[in-house]
């Protein structure tokens, strides 16, 4: 099981932010987690990675839990993009330099960095289109090129578990739609992490998306299979309004 989290909930300054989440993410599967602002998406994210921890009920991620384990290994085991990512990172640094600090999990670079692992941070760029602006520094980059370099520098540990807070936000919809091929790209390699994808957006569920899980303040309002789970009544019921969904080359579309 790569996530499971049977009954838990975690509560901050009184409040619950999640609450009695049932979930479990299974090996070979790929999921999209959808809800509106503050339905605790990130937060959710940010205690798979072990930034913050249940207050109660039992999670494992990558086979290990809570308490028995060092979460520190653990985060080599994940990719994790995230704006609250940006924030840490040292914005003079080169894309590529940004890249090469994934090898070890951390922020900055401490060590030379070895020949084979340049290579394959320029690889990894090459692969997502945007090796041109290796020696460029992050700072300097445009959103999408610097959510590539964070998308290379999660790749570059070959992860198992690949977490992705809003790649597309901030992007125009052409550069949304290149983001959304290069995932595609990345589940279709043959070892390829489970993914999951964070969105406002139900149009970004691409079929590579095998699972949907819905959050609705701080709860699961459905989770399972993207088909079942974007089904009309299904939406209707989690966005409390009448809508529309069409597909499209197999892609989602609603309207309010
Ligand atoms: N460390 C914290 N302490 C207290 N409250 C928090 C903490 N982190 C998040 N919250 C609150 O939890 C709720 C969920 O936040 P979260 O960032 O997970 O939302 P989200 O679903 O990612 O929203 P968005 O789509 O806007 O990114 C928000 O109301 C937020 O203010
Ligand atoms: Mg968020």
Known sequence: MTVKMENVSCIQDNRYLLRNINWQVRPGEHWAIIGLNGSGKTF???MINGYVFPSSGEMTVLGKSFGEFDWRELRKRIGFISSFLQYKLY????AVEIVLSGVSASI?????PKKKNIDKAMALLQDLECESIARQSYISLSQGEKQKVLIARALIHNPQLLIMDEPCAGLDIFSREKM????EKIS?????????????????????FTHTLLLRRGEVHSAGETKRVLAKDN????????LEVSWRKKRPFIKI
């Open 44 to 46: 959710l994210l940010r």
């Open 91 to 94: 914005p003079e640094e080169t």
């Open 108 to 112: 900055g670079l401490y060590e030379r």
């Open 180 to 183: 959304l091929s290069a995932i």
């Open 188 to 208: 279709s390699k043959k070892r390829s992490p489970v993914i999951l994808y964070v969105s406002h957006h139900i149009e970004e569920i691409l079929p590579v």
């Open 235 to 242: 939406l209707i019921s989690f966005f409390e309004t009448d």
